[in-house]
């Protein structure tokens, strides 16, 4: 059986903590602006162990200070004139890196809960790879403005398809629909065109022709009139999750095979060529291995999965019935898909050995936002990549991709969106779910904040 992972998509959490309807909420609100230093005010982090993420290196006794939403200096030493309203943090014992990219959500699926989980675990910028374009700029209009705590959102607007099975879809079939919608798109000012599997050929040209003539990078599947190798070639950006190279004419080929093993014999012949050109064209890869890791999950059992508190009721309630055809065969579902899992992520680790860019995504809709990508982060060192490397994932790489944000690095000049850690993650991944506090847009987050952030993403999960 085959099930896109699109299918499930993850749900939004904003914060509103000027909103102030009731006792419990402004215990909240009070609790986040007690521990939130002014974005205007500056920030001094003492001794602090610096991870470069560039480069794996850590530096010890490092003294960084932030201005606003931006990185004033990095030193050995910490500045001997201060401001009388900087805020100076003890960073002894602590790692600092910079915060995290999920470069795969559906946040109008997502809902307005997702913001603050997403923050709380240290992912301040986002990739929205299909939404309701008004509703993703309104968003991220009072984010940008301080009224509601959220990432930074990159966006597309509406995905383009050969038939328009959900509302944040366009239908394009012919080279002149599909044009029309890139020229759309591009003058309502979205910052890439996201396009689904069941485009069509000509639609698909059209689309990455006018991309390239406009100047916007085109990503999303492969379709399934398209081979991977002719995607690379015509200029797409990134390729959404593993199973997309398997989707189309791979399937054709091979629909009387056993798919796990059809899998890895491409993948041991055919593959290997194929990432090479990846990496020779820059086509980076968004695994999304999260979002099957949780679908497995929750068939092999009826209890909720561990952090559901945070999925907002709608997107729980969409999961849930995307998954409840399954029920009935899910082991034998599970089973065949485990066998597949192991081909995915060995697809992940043959693309980075061949120096494909790996990106680090979750398919945020119907999954646990924020948690996810530290899930995500965990699969990809299953998959083979060092605890460096799935860094880069959510770092660096992504940061490559929108050079104007300046993210992805600790240096005078960039962003001011920087995560703490108790522990060091380039010694166990899963460290870099031990947060000790968050910087976003110069706002210093404490644990108390955090903790806060989290329990108004609960309550507006469940009213969403």
Not at 149 to 162: A, D, H, K, Q, W
Not at 185 to 208: C, M, P, W
Not at 216 to 235: C, D, K, Q, R, W
Request: hydrophobic share 45%.
């Amino acid at each position: 059986m085959n099930i896109t992972l699109e299918c499930l998509f993850g749900f939004i959490s904003v914060i509103e903590l000027i909103r102030k309807q009731s006792l419990a909420k402004m215990s909240v609100i009070l609790l986040v602006s007690i521990n939130v230093a002014n974005a205007q005010d500056s920030i001094l982090i003492t001794q602090v162990n610096l991870i470069d993420v560039a480069s794996g290196q850590v530096i010890p006794n490092t003294a960084v200070l932030v201005t606003g939403n931006e990185i004033i200096s990095v030193d050995d030493s910490a500045p001997t004139i201060l401001l009388d309203s900087t805020t100076v943090l003890d960073g002894r014992g602590l790692f600092l890196l910079p915060a995290f990219w999920d470069m795969h959500v559906h946040l109008s699926y997502a809902r307005e809960s997702a913001l603050s989980a997403l923050v709380a675990n240290g992912v301040t910028l986002v990739r929205d790879v299909g939404s309701k374009l008004s509703e993703i700029d309104m968003w991220r209009g009072r984010i940008r403005a301080k009224e509601l705590i959220g990432p930074e959102i990159v966006r597309s607007g509406p995905m383009l398809n050969n038939e328009a099975f959900n509302e944040y879809q366009l239908q394009v079939v012919t080279d002149k629909q599909a044009r029309m919608a890139v020229r759309t798109l591009h003058n309502a000012g979205v910052d890439l065109v996201k396009l689904h599997r069941q485009t069509s050929r000509e639609a698909y040209f059209a689309i990455a022709d006018e991309s390239k003539r406009l100047g916007i990078p085109f990503v999303g599947h492969i379709p399934v009139t398209v081979t991977p190798l002719e995607a690379s070639n015509a200029g797409q950006a990134t390729i959404e999750h593993t199973e997309t190279f398997f989707e189309g004419t791979f399937m054709l080929e091979n629909e009387e095979s056993d798919l796990a093993s059809a899998m890895a014999h491409w993948l041991d012949t055919e593959g290997q060529t194929l990432f090479s050109t990846f990496a020779k064209n820059l086509t980076a890869i968004t695994p999304t291995l999260s979002i099957w890791r949780q679908i497995m999950d929750s068939l092999k059992s009826e209890e909720p999965i561990p952090n559901q508190q945070y999925i907002a009721q709608s997107a729980q309630r969409m999961g849930e019935q995307t998954l409840e055809p399954l029920r009935g065969f899910a082991n034998e579902f599970v089973a065949e898909r485990e066998r597949i899992f192991i081909e995915a992520k060995r697809l992940v680790k043959i693309a980075n050995e061949q120096n494909v860019t790996i990106l680090a995504g979750t398919d945020l809709a119907a999954v646990v936002p924020g948690f996810s990508l530290h899930q995500e982060l965990e699969l990809l060192v299953e998959a083979g990549l060092t605890p460096l490397e799935a860094l880069q994932a959510a770092t660096t790489n992504p940061a490559s991709l929108f050079p104007a944000l300046k993210s992805g690095a600790i240096a005078p000049g960039m962003r001011a969106d920087l995560l703490l850690l108790d522990a060091n993650p380039l010694d166990n991944i899963s460290n870099t779910q031990r947060i000790n506090s968050v910087i976003i847009g110069g706002r210093l987050l404490s644990r108390a904040a955090l903790d806060a952030l989290l329990q108004e993403s609960v309550r507006l999960a469940q009213d969403n």
